[in-house]
Nanobody, 123 residues
């Protein structure tokens, strides 16, 4: 099983980025998927998740600005980030659960992780 992120980068405050995550080695469609944000010295925090039915869950801080989506046919999922803020700088990781779990942002529920992609929001 492998998850590979791409699409990070550097933007000014208020800008947008749309990282994606490609999964291989398994079919991810039955399992909740998530995106997590990590800054140096802290553990990853859940940003957004999506379940097999397409239901979504977001951290309060990103509601209305971030959108998680997926393409089951291509084993790929996405995080569209709009109106980015400087404090949202950090590594963004995609992750997948490994069995049935309710829709969640809890890191402990996710067993497969990508290597991360850097997002920098700076003027």
């Amino acid at each position: 099983v492998e998850l590979v992120e791409a699409g990070g980068g550097t933007v000014q405050p208020g800008g947008s980025l749309g990282p994606l995550c490609v999964a291989s080695g398994y079919r991810f469609w039955p399992y909740p998927l998530g995106w997590f944000h990590q800054v140096p010295g802290k553990g990853p925090e859940g940003v957004a998740s999506i379940d097999s039915s397409g239901r979504t869950k977001y951290a309060d801080s990103v509601k209305g600005r971030f959108t998680i989506s997926k393409d089951n046919a291509h084993n790929t999922f996405y995080l569209q980030m709009n109106n980015l803020k400087p404090e949202e700088t950090g590594m963004y990781y995609c992750a997948s659960t490994t069995g049935w779990t309710p829709l969640t942002l809890e890191t402990a529920r996710f067993g497969y992780w990508g290597q991360g992609t850097q997002v920098t929001v700076s003027s």
